[in-house]
């Protein structure tokens, strides 16, 4: 069955630091992947999609994320993250160009120290 | 322009009680999509329109659930006779089938079911 793995629950950094979040899917044809943000209380926001050609998207807020085939991977990272993207992240993967229908990982809870 | 809405933004039921929940897409927007979030998870797929017809209902978790989009345009997702467990948050996402078909979410009607 198709399923989106998010290994990381809870990540902690430092502002200013760098951030990587691993997402890992099953899907035996050519996924469509994407990464949303959920702020306490708020709907999901569209980060970045990846749903053919160049491997490596950028998206919002300066965010990009890098698919690998080989590793069935599709990492969100950032540079130098600010203490407002602290939030819930998560990766989710395109059935079918046709469906639409989106399976969501568990998520990732981002804290950010000053 | 106007993003998706919801209402209400809360909902408190008494179990047994049914309950109705809107979505307003954004405007010109084809599909749309209901999912259920449960606390600590991911977005979970209910079921898909593509203008009025429901073309997709595999995530609905029991006939207690019932969703319609009469006129391609509001939907109303209705559960009859609320239990402890459907106590959640619901999303609504539209999306279009003319540009990217990446899916715009509400901001979610979170459901306690007493």
């Known amino acids: 069955a198709q399923s989106v793995t998010q290994p990381d629950i809870h990540i902690t950094v430092s502002e200013g630091a760098s951030l990587e979040l691993r997402c890992n899917y099953s899907y035996g044809a050519t996924p469509y992947l994407f990464w949303y943000v959920q702020s306490p209380g708020q709907g999901l926001q569209l980060l970045l999609k990846y749903f053919s050609g160049d491997t490596l998207v950028q998206g919002i807020k300066g965010f990009e994320a890098e698919f690998k085939r080989s590793q069935s991977s599709f990492n969100l990272r950032k540079p130098s993250v600010h203490w407002s993207d602290a939030a819930e992240y998560f990766c989710a993967v395109g059935l079918s160009y046709n469906t639409d229908k989106l399976i969501f990982g568990t998520g990732t809870r981002l804290q950010v120290f000053p | 322009g106007a993003g998706v809405s919801q209402s209400p933004r809360y909902k408190v039921a008494k179990r047994g009680q049914d309950v109705a929940l809107r979505c307003d897409p954004i405007?010109?927007?084809?599909?749309l999509f209901w999912y259920q979030q449960a606390l600590g998870q991911g977005p979970e797929f209910l079921t898909y329109f593509q203008n009025e017809a429901q073309l997709d209902k595999s995530g609905l978790p029991s006939d207690r659930f019932f969703a319609e989009r009469p006129e391609g345009s509001v939907s109303t997702l209705k559960i009859q006779r609320t239990q402890q467990e459907d106590s959640a948050v619901y999303l609504c996402a539209s999306s279009s089938l003319k540009l990217d078909r990446s899916q715009y979410f509400g901001p979610g009607t979170r459901l306690t079911v007493l």
């Open positions: 405007s010109g927007h084809v599909s």
